[in-house]
């Protein structure tokens, strides 16, 4: 029978995003395999009804699922916090989201209880983050606000710490939540961390970051060994998006920092029937 702790990891996002996370993963397990997932194509999901993102986020797990993960990370808030449960529960595979984990980190690093959330309009709206902090700290004032610029900045480009443009835009949607008091701020989208040192500017050196792609790599890690399924010799990344792979190539290094590296292929993530 084929050793399962062999198969790769299936990582997800709406885009380039969720690249944070397989840094994060590449790091902590160097010796997973992994295979990733940007829906290039149809990035943002962010901005789209929930019935849209259910349907896209079922497709891009269709295409992990043909790909024989042992387990599946939506490296994605907006789909962490659309996708329902009973769904992500009943697949063949253990899930993540993005959420459980961020959450957890907020609430360990919070001093005064006050904890800010950015993500997408959806991310926001859904309310995930609120009920993930609540249900784990029941006395915490929580300050959220959708960002929905910053994930097309960060897909064009737009990150490099002096960008006047992305600074505008961050000061502008950041400074509510500055003025509000939080000590401690998710970066509710896996596209964030790429901007931290800008959001880190505009909130102040107080106030600390919550990475999710961080985050919920440290929770696989503990998942997959807990479950037995740690690969001992794997440490290989192919890359699958559903646009161009040009962008891939010209914005992937910025995102994977020292991992880059692997092939990557275009899919047509539309046939799939969910
Ligand atoms: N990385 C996605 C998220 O974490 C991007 C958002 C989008 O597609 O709008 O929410």
């Not at 994930?151 to 835009?169: I, Q």
Request: net charge negative.
């Amino acid at each position: 029978m084929a050793d399962v702790r062999k198969k790769p990891v299936g990582v997800f996002d709406s885009g380039l995003g969720g690249l944070t996370a397989v840094r994060e993963l590449r790091r902590i397990l160097p010796h997973e395999d992994i295979v990733y997932f940007g829906d290039t194509g149809r990035v943002p999901y962010g901005t789209r009804g929930r019935d849209t993102i259910i349907r896209y986020a079922k497709q891009d797990i269709a295409f992990l699922l043909e790909k024989d993960v042992k387990f599946i990370i939506a490296a994605c808030g907006t789909v962490s916090s659309t996708l329902p449960h009973e769904y992500s529960d009943a697949l063949a595979v253990p899930y993540t989201g993005v959420v459980a984990s961020t959450a957890a980190a907020a609430v360990e690093a919070t001093r005064t209880g006050h904890i800010g959330v950015i993500g997408t309009p959806a991310t926001v709206m859904s309310r995930s983050y609120e009920r993930a902090i609540r249900a784990l700290r029941r006395d915490t004032t929580i300050t959220a606000a959708g960002c929905p610029l910053f994930v097309p900045l960060v897909e064009n480009g737009y990150f490099d710490r002096g960008n006047e443009v992305t600074h505008l835009v961050a000061r502008d949607y950041l400074t509510p939540l500055r003025d509000a008091g939080v000590d401690t701020l998710i970066l509710g989208c896996t596209h964030y961390p790429l901007i931290a040192p800008i959001i880190g500017d505009v909130m102040g050196p107080d106030v600390a970051l919550i990475d999710p792609g961080r985050e919920t790599a440290k929770y696989a890690k503990r998942a997959l060994a807990s479950s037995g399924l740690l690969n001992p010799d794997g440490g290989r990344a192919e890359y699958y998006v559903s646009d161009d792979v040009e962008s891939f190539h010209r914005l992937s290094e910025w995102f994977l920092g020292e991992y880059t590296g692997g092939d990557v292929k275009r899919i047509s993530v539309d046939e799939y029937e969910v």
